[in-house]
């Protein structure tokens, strides 16, 4: 059973950080890219970072470049956002998902990831 399930979402004020986990079974973890993606109220989801299982690559939105880091732990099948500088336009649910390391398509394609988390909200006062 392939499962995504992320934590760490909640709520902190303007220019705080948080860590957002994933953890993810041993089968979807090896050898697949893992992103991030998120959805704000009234807007469609948009790519928010990725990284390679291979040699671990990461690609950023240009709305969190800077801000954020993405990173994986292979040992315990987990991927990590790192978020800091947290603005309120930052407020989304944040969903981890994985697709496999080969696949030639844009990191952003939606489409392209296989699996999908539940979802954590992350919530940024003003």
């Known amino acids: 059973q392939v499962q995504l399930v992320e934590s760490g979402g909640g709520l902190v004020q303007a220019g705080g950080s948080l860590r957002l986990s994933c953890a993810a079974s041993e089968h979807t973890f090896s050898y697949y890219t893992m992103g991030w993606f998120r959805q704000a109220p009234g807007k469609e989801r948009e790519f928010v970072a990725a990284i390679t299982w291979t040699v671990g690559t990461t690609n950023y939105a240009d709305s969190v470049k800077g801000r954020f880091t993405i990173s994986r732990d292979n040992a315990k099948n987990t991927v990590y956002l790192q978020m800091a500088s947290l603005k309120p336009e930052d407020t989304a649910v944040y969903y981890c998902?994985?697709?496999?390391?080969?696949?030639?398509?844009?990191?952003?394609?939606?489409?392209?990831?296989?699996?999908w988390g539940q979802g954590t909200q992350v919530t940024v006062s003003s």
């Open positions: 998902a994985a697709r496999p390391d080969s696949s030639p398509f844009s990191y952003t394609w939606q489409s392209t990831y296989n699996y």
